[in-house]
């Protein structure tokens, strides 16, 4: 039998379904409860209690023992008297297994949801109906509005993919350098192998053979270098003033400003056929890089320290040694001992402070020279030498919108393709126009850095358009071809593969790594 009482009045929902029925214990019989209290148990006039759908009061509900619903009598008393609904409401009240599915869409480059930025996660927009009888669980929105914003979400989600695609695209090309880095420093250990074969096998040769093998796997790795900063990047290389192309003894003087200054020495060492003879004077503190740091003190390299602590006698056996096994010497030295900045504005003004309190010209786009490492190789090989390069390089490509210059690229940067231009001038000066003495020597080399100075000024600061960017006199670019650097790429990356592709080879290239670079830590500080 149905309560008398209205849909209406009774409680909706969740709350609804569990309290619209309920047991109360009243001298053992079911009362009917206030819509506020729960639900209508309707007492018979036999006497039997029913519930709001004509069914009986489960057994054991008010007895002492349990009964289907496992609750005692005195358990219903423990909860205040407010009983517990009916087994019809109970079915109801139980909880579902599925819930109502939130539709929501992929996120679109504007937000989440419809174009134009959408909701918050979760959000549910536009019109819904409940699930229909036909699908379950399929929350459908109406047609019209709805079905707009899903082509436009549609559109956007392409957009999306579009705008990530360009994004990864910039990213890649942004990284371009790592390529050529991954290439050159996954080659190491197999050239630092073939050179340590050639070292033993030599042990019992004379020195000028085994110099010369080692300045032509020099010039095999060098070769490969200068495909990725030559080739690969494509920069045009303007060389002006005296173009030497025959093989002599020299030491090579250039401005210092950017880490690849090391590699414009090789860009002109290549074009006369001298690529394996370039051996570099070094701050003390390359001498620690894991592989290189070893072997470039082997190869001829001089580790010399910036301060006070410049050990000369070192510096003089080594060079004489060389002379004395013929070596061919293409010296390398960068007399400001530290690069050119524009930013560093203290290290500038400290330079332009000590030229001034020694009587010297005040210099703008170089530094002020230092003149122990010059006279010491000059001096020492004064009679093995040819000739001294006085050479001045210029980065196209380095002044800012405002005019002013601005820091040279890196080695990172120039291999992304950063800059399009080198400008390189090149005086030859004759070992006879070179004064011997220390104190007269100093103030030539000074002057050098001044028509250093002077060339830069011109290629910075000049307020003709058509003489900024590039050097006084006529140009020549030079290209170098692939026959000279891409057979080396070819001979040292196979060489790296096949290593690579058997678990023996790659347990050797790896040994080579940690090990090699333990034993040149530990060989340079025993030598220092």
């Known amino acids: 039998m149905r309560s008398g009482r209205s849909r209406a009045a009774r409680p909706s929902g ?14 053992g019989a079911l009362v009917p409860r206030s819509p506020a209290r729960g639900g209508p148990w309707q007492p018979q006039a036999n006497g039997a209690a029913r519930c709001c759908r004509g069914a009986p009061p489960p057994a ?16 219903l ?3 205040g008297g407010r009983g517990l609904p009916c087994a019809c409401a109970r079915a109801r009240a139980r909880p579902r297994t599925r819930g109502p ?31 229909g009888p036909g699908r379950p669980g399929d929350w459908r929105r109406r047609r019209g509005a709805g079905s707009g914003r899903r082509r436009r979400g549609a559109g956007g989600g392409v957009r999306a993919a579009g705008r990530m695609l360009l994004s990864l695209v910039l990213h890649m090309y942004s990284m371009r350098c790592v390529l050529p880095a991954a290439v050159l420093l996954g080659s190491a250990p197999t050239y630092v192998l073939a050179w340590g074969a050639w070292r ?9 053979l085994y110099q010369a093998v080692d300045d032509r796997l020099y010039c095999v790795y060098q070769s490969m270098v200068l495909f990725f900063f030559e080739n690969y990047t494509g920069v045009q290389i303007l060389l002006y003033g005296d173009l030497p192309k025959n093989k002599e003894n020299i030491i090579y003087l250039a401005n210092h400003q950017s880490t690849v200054d090391w590699i414009i020495a090789d860009i002109l060492a290549v074009r006369q056929n001298a690529l394996g003879h370039v051996r570099y004077v070094l701050k003390d503190g390359l001498k620690w890089l894991p592989l290189y740091g070893c072997y470039f003190s082997q190869h001829g390299g001089i580790y010399v320290k910036r301060s006070a602590k410049f050990n000369e006698k070192e510096m003089r056996s080594k060079l004489q040694s060389y002379m004395n096994a013929g070596t061919p010497m293409y010296l390398v030295i960068f007399p400001e001992g530290t690069r050119y900045n524009p930013e560093l504005t203290k290290v500038i003004s400290a330079s332009q402070t000590f030229a001034a309190q020694e009587g010297f010209a005040v210099l703008k786009h170089v530094l002020t020279p230092r003149i122990k490492a010059t006279h010491v190789a ?29 820091e040279a690229p890196s080695m990172a940067e120039f291999l992304c393709k950063e800059c399009p231009k080198i400008h390189i001038h090149i005086d030859r000066i004759d070992k006879k126009d070179v004064p011997e003495e220390q104190a007269y020597m100093r103030r030539w080399l000074h002057e050098r850095f ?18 900024r960017n590039k050097f006084p006199g006529e140009s020549v670019n030079s290209k170098l071809s692939l026959k000279k650097t891409l ?5 040292l990356s196979g060489l790296t593969a096949g290593m690579l592709m058997t678990e023996a080879g790659r347990k050797l290239y790896v040994r080579t790594w940690i090990y090699g670079t333990l034993i040149g830590c530990l060989w340079v500080s025993i030598k220092a």
């Not at 033993?200 to 000028?208: G, I, V, W």
């Not at 001044?450 to 003489?467: A, W």
């Not at 057979?487 to 001979?491: D, G, K, R, T, Y």
């Open 101 to 131: 599915r939130v539709v929501r869409r992929r996120r679109g480059p504007c937000g989440w949801g419809r174009r134009g930025g959408g909701g918050r996660p979760g959000e549910q927009r536009g019109r819904r109906r409940r699930r």
């Open 60 to 75: 054991g509900a008010l007895g002492d023992g349990r009964g289907s619903w496992g609750v005692s009598a005195a358990e």
């Open 77 to 79: 008393g423990s909860v």
């Open 450 to 467: 001044e028509i250093k100075d002077k060339l830069l000024i011109e290629f910075y600061d000049s307020l003709d358009p058509e003489r």
């Open 487 to 491: 057979p080396s790429l070819l001979i």
């Open 200 to 208: 033993l096998l030599s042990a019992f040769l004379p020195a000028r």
């Open 378 to 406: 000059f001096d020492s090989m004064k009679n093995y030498l040819d000739a001294i390069y006085d050479v001045t390089v210029a980065f196209e490509g380095t002044v800012d919108d405002k005019g002013q210059r601005k």
């Open 14 to 27: 969740r709350q609804g379904r569990l309290r619209c029925h309920a047991l109360d214990q009243s001298g």
